[in-house]
């Protein structure tokens, strides 16, 4: 059984909600799954010991919020490459902060990118979101 950790920046919780069901997802794979707020993780030591991750923030004024931000730069000591990886966020219209999660998780650590992309979702109560995100989780377990 393998142990993925998803880290999550929220204001409002919408994106915590979409945390928890990928969470759910990577459960009914079989996986166990460690679902964190962003303040959680002070070190890189905080993100050893997994098999794979999957980050998450709301978008706000075009961007993630700035604690994600910080988790990033935290995530570049932590020797990702070749690990799998995803990025999620709720969005109201525009919704950046998904794909720019994705892009450095791909680029900088060199991570192993869920196929689906980046999962952008209004809130995971909304029409298909428990399923989308459920599915999320369950296609990066696939992968560890
Ligand atoms: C002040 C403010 C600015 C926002 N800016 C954006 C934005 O630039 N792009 C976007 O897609 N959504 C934007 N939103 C919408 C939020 O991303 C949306 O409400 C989301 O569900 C919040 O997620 P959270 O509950 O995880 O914080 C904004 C919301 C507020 C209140």
């Known amino acids: 059984m393998g142990k993925i950790l998803i880290v999550f920046a929220t204001r409002s919780n919408?994106?915590?909600?979409?945390?928890?069901?990928?969470?759910?997802?990577?459960?009914?794979?079989g996986h166990e799954a460690d679902v964190k707020k962003v303040g959680e993780v002070k070190n890189e030591e905080n993100l050893k010991g997994y098999d794979g991750y999957v980050f998450g923030s709301a978008t706000y004024h075009g961007e993630m919020i700035s604690s994600m931000?910080?988790?990033?730069?935290?995530?570049?000591?932590?020797?990702?490459?070749?690990?799998?990886?995803?990025?999620f966020g709720a969005f109201g219209w525009s919704g950046e902060a998904p794909g720019r999660i994705f892009d450095t998780m791909a680029n900088i650590y060199g991570m192993s990118m869920v196929p689906?992309?980046?999962?952008?979702?209004?809130?995971?109560?909304?029409?298909?979101?428990?399923?989308a995100s459920?599915?999320?989780g369950k296609d990066i377990a696939a992968m560890i």
């Open 14 to 29: 919408e994106t915590k909600g979409i945390a928890d069901l990928i969470g759910e997802g990577i459960r009914m794979a």
């Open 69 to 87: 931000k910080q988790l990033l730069f935290i995530a570049e000591r932590a020797e990702l490459k070749g690990k799998p990886g995803g990025a």
């Open 116 to 131: 689906a992309g980046p999962l952008m979702l209004k809130a995971g109560w909304v029409e298909g979101g428990m399923k």
């Open 134 to 136: 459920q599915e999320y």
